[in-house]
Every structure is written in C-alpha cells, then in structure tokens.
C-alpha cells in the first residue's frame, strides 16, 4: 500500500473540509436516527466555521463499546436477553418481527452456532425452526441426540436480515460482543459452528469445506465446524460429511 507523508495527508484533509465535509467516518457505524434529533435546522447558522476541523465520532456513538458494555453487565442468560433486546444500534432490529435468542437446553454440554433467524425464526422468535432447522433435528436424532436434552442452540445475529441477505461485517462485528457473553453464560463444553458466517464471527476466517470436521480452539472451547444444514439441504452429496462430523461431535460428548 502507497504511504503518504504528513503535509500530502493534511493537504488532502484540508481539501475535504474544503468541500464541506464536516464528520470524521470511523470504522462502526453510526446510528443516524438518534443523530437527526440533534441535527441543526436547515437555516440555522451553521455552529463552526467551514475551515475548522471535523469532530473526531464522540466515544458515546461507538456502538461497539456500547455492545461491550451492555453484554458485560448481563450476569445471567436472561439477562442478557435483555441487554440485546434493549440495544438500539443496529438496523437488523428495525426490520425484525422478533429478537431470536436461543433454543435446546441451557446448560448443555454442547452450543451451536448458526448464523441468522430466517423467515420462520423470526416469526416464532425461536432458531432453527423452518427447513434448515427441521433437518438439524433430524440429524441430531440420528446421533441419538435432541434439542431439548443434548443442546443449545443460538445465531450469530438475532435479528433476520433482510430477504435472507448475508449479514455484514459491520453487523457481524457490533454484536460479536453479545455472542461471546452468550457463549461465556451458557458455559458449553463445546461449540459447534455451522456455515460460515459463524465461522467468519467466531474464528474470524471462511472456507467451511476446508474447516468443517476439524477441530480448533477459540472462546476458551473446543470447536468444530460443520456444514450448515441449509446447505445440505441445496448439497445433499455432502450429508456425508456432515455424518462424519456428527459422529465425531458425538464421540469427543460421550467421552
Ligand atoms: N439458519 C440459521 O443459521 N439459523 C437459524 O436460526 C435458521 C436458519
């Protein structure tokens, strides 16, 4: 990447002031809603001069740190159901019937990761409901296993997105902090990842052909990535794996 020495950096800034620009964009997202409030009128005098330079995003408005924050203070698993219904930071939740927080066992050995409520979870406000859902009790029933008995059940994002769209880094990110003190409360043995948003939340890489079935650790757990029943249900050829990988999940709970 080129590097830029400081008087071309100031130059360039300054010729942005120039234009009118007058916010600093930061990495998180900034909620404009609760801005607008506070925005001046349209003919009010403007409350600095053009050439001055742009505030730097004031800490308050990082709703990361504010995500941290609330899931910190949750202690218990309700709680911080809660905590995530009350946080106002991300958009999913403007366009979400139901906040989706967990299903299965509280205190089970093992959790799984999915990715995002679909059409059915988000009416229900329950994961793993619709198809996808149906065949992950399927699969768990042929391993002997049950959502009620043998696992709980989260997303990485509890809110639905959008026709289904993958959810964004950005939104990955803002409530990650929520996933790990959902994580850290329930306390598992293990964590199951399946798809690769979870591993993209959680292990901060994709490629879940490569990574599923294979163990690694991360959240302090040992972890296995598997294929997310919704793509078995697009890729039946690769059930298979997912057997495999079954087993195997099996084999380390009961051992
Ligand atoms: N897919 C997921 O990853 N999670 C759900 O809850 C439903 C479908």
């Given at each position: ?15 942005q002031i120039e234009l ?149 880094p950005e939104e990955i ?59 078995l249900l697009r890729n ?20």
């Open positions: 990447m080129q590097t830029l020495d400081r008087h071309t950096l100031t130059a360039m800034l300054e010729w009118g620009a007058t916010e600093a964009i930061g990495d998180a997202p900034v909620d404009r809603y609760t801005l607008a409030a506070s925005a001046p009128k349209p003919n009010a005098k403007p409350l600095s001069e053009p050439k001055s330079a742009p505030a730097p995003m004031a800490l308050a408005e990082d709703p990361v740190a504010i995500a941290k924050d609330m899931a910190a203070q949750a202690e218990t698993l309700e709680a911080l159901r809660a905590q995530m219904g009350a946080f106002e930071h991300c958009e999913l939740k403007k366009g979400a019937r139901n906040l989706v927080f967990s299903d299965g066992r509280a205190g089970a050995r093992v959790m799984i990761i999915g990715e995002a409520p679909g059409r059915d979870e988000d009416r229900e406000g329950r994961p793993f409901v619709g198809r996808a859902g149906q065949l992950l009790d399927r699969m768990l029933a042929a391993a002997d296993m049950s959502r009620d008995r043998d696992v709980y059940i989260t997303n990485v994002l509890p809110w639905r997105p959008p026709q289904n769209r993958d959810p964004k990110g803002m409530l990650k902090p929520f996933l790990e003190r959902h994580v850290a409360l329930a306390a598992p043995d293990i964590l199951v990842l399946m798809g690769n948003i979870s591993c993209q939340a959680v292990l901060g890489k994709r490629g879940i052909t490569r990574l599923r079935g294979n163990w690694v650790e991360a959240l302090g757990k040992p972890v296995l990535p598997m294929f997310h029943p919704a793509y039946p050829a690769a059930k298979r794996d997912a057997w495999a990988d079954l087993l195997e999940l099996k084999v380390r709970v009961t051992t």
